[in-house]
């Protein structure tokens, strides 16, 4: 149904469009799209139309070098083989979706309120890691202050973390 409008618009039509032409300015207006997506919308939008472009102009760029390559003709490419075409850019718009675009997106850093305060489960020697209870799980912990050891069931403020390591001060 696609491909007989498509066939019917480029032979009535006195511009003739071709197949990586069509893929090239689908791509650029998927890109720019991306540009006037509202920065309100739900994370899980970022980034779609985006991808779907690059999807796009790869697309265009292997249409046109395996035309050239395989000597296609333009018309084969636009009527016969454009459902092909179009099942190659669902396929890398989706694999682009997949794994490039957890890339893009900005995950905030979790940051630890200011005097959070934990309950110390083992002791912490100086230089060394204990366990304290932070917010109902127990966490790997050592002091700020390397020449400092911590008893057990002691309240202490977390300062930091790093990594899965809490950094304590009594």
Do not use: H
């Not at 333009?74 to 490039?100: E, R």
């Amino acid at each position: 149904m696609l491909s007989q409008v498509l066939a019917q618009a480029t032979t009535q039509s006195t511009f003739r469009i071709t197949p990586p032409i069509f893929w090239l300015i689908v791509g650029v207006l998927l890109c720019l799209v991306e540009f006037f997506i509202p920065k309100s919308w739900a994370k899980r939008f970022r980034f779609i139309a985006l991808m779907m472009g690059v999807g796009a102009l790869l697309v265009s760029f292997i249409v046109w070098q395996g035309a050239i390559a395989l000597g296609f003709e333009w018309q084969f490419l636009m009527y016969d083989g454009f459902s092909l075409q179009v099942m190659y850019w669902m396929g890398l718009s989706f694999a682009f979706a997949i794994w490039l675009r957890p890339m893009l997106i900005r995950r905030p850093k979790y940051t630890i309120p200011e005097a959070t305060q934990a309950q110390v489960l083992t002791e912490i020697l100086p230089g060394e890691t204990g366990r304290v209870m932070y917010e109902g799980s127990s966490w790997q912990a050592c002091c700020a202050d390397p020449e400092i050891a911590i008893a057990p069931n002691q309240t202490v403020y977390v300062v930091r973390r790093e990594d899965n390591t809490l950094i304590v001060m009594p």
